[in-house]
């Protein structure tokens, strides 16, 4: 079993910055893919960024404003975003995977850009 936990998410004004961090623990050996969706209430979840061995991908909406990186430690993953927009307002969900064919997520954490 993978557990996955999300932290960093809250309030922020518009053209602010947070920072989300995501862990993945248990039965995980390597290094795998990890990443970040954002969804909002009545929408699909949609990609924000991935990072692979040596890659990373982001969504155009966020390229130039958002940073996706590895943590120190083993299977943990930043998602630095800067110049928030309200449109950047969703719950953000930390997947790692896949593990033997599997994606696990998290919780999610909710960032809102108000002002």
């Known amino acids: 079993q993978v557990q996955v936990v999300e932290s960093g998410g809250g309030l922020v004004q518009p053209g602010g910055s947070l920072r989300l961090s995501c862990a993945a623990s248990g039965s995980i050996d390597r290094i795998y893919p990890m990443g970040w969706y954002r969804q909002v209430p009545g929408k699909q979840r949609d990609l924000v960024a991935d990072i692979a061995t040596g890659s990373t991908n982001y969504a155009d909406s966020v390229k130039g404003r958002f940073t996706i990186s590895r943590g120190y430690a083993k299977n943990t993953v930043l998602l630095q975003m800067n110049s928030l927009k309200p449109e950047d307002t969703a719950v953000y969900y930390c997947?790692?995977?896949?593990?033997?064919?599997?994606?696990?997520w998290g919780q999610g954490t909710q960032v809102t850009v108000s002002s």
């Open positions: 997947f790692v995977g896949p593990v033997y064919g599997r994606t696990y």
